[in-house]
């Protein structure tokens, strides 16, 4: 059974900062590119970050640049580093396989994802 199995999320003040998780079970991760999506209520499911299956190419969505960062360990698993959070970054978070356009230009979500966990910035 493949599965992709998000951690990490909570509850945190603006400017406050957390690591998501997401961990693979019934096939490598690291054969795949992942990405990192988030939808809240109301509004459309929007790309965040993603990772090349073969090196470090990287995307993120503009909103995020220099607040968040994506990673692949030796473990199976991709993490989201989210720094200096802000309230408009609430949502449901998941990851997924994904695929990568030219030189990260875009990524978008294929058939494997994970159940979502919750990130709620407020004060």
């Known amino acids: 059974q493949i599965q992709l199995v998000e951690s990490g999320g909570g509850l945190v003040q603006p400017g406050g900062s957390l690591r998501l998780s997401c961990a693979g079970s019934?096939?490598?991760?690291?054969?795949?590119?992942i990405g990192w999506f988030r939808q809240a209520p109301g509004k459309e499911r929007e790309g965040v970050s993603c990772i090349s299956r073969s090196d470090g190419l990287t995307y993120y969505t503009d909103s995020v640049k220099g607040r968040f960062t994506i990673s692949r360990d030796n473990k199976n698993t991709v993490h989201l580093q989210m720094n200096s959070l802000k309230p408009e970054d609430t949502a449901v978070y998941y990851c997924?396989?994904?695929?990568?356009?030219?030189?990260?230009?875009?990524?978008?979500?294929?058939?494997?994802w994970g159940q979502g966990t919750q990130v709620s910035v407020s004060s």
């Open positions: 997924a396989t994904a695929v990568m356009g030219p030189h990260g230009s875009t990524c978008r979500g294929l058939a494997h």
């Open positions: 019934g096939f490598t991760l690291d054969y795949y590119d």
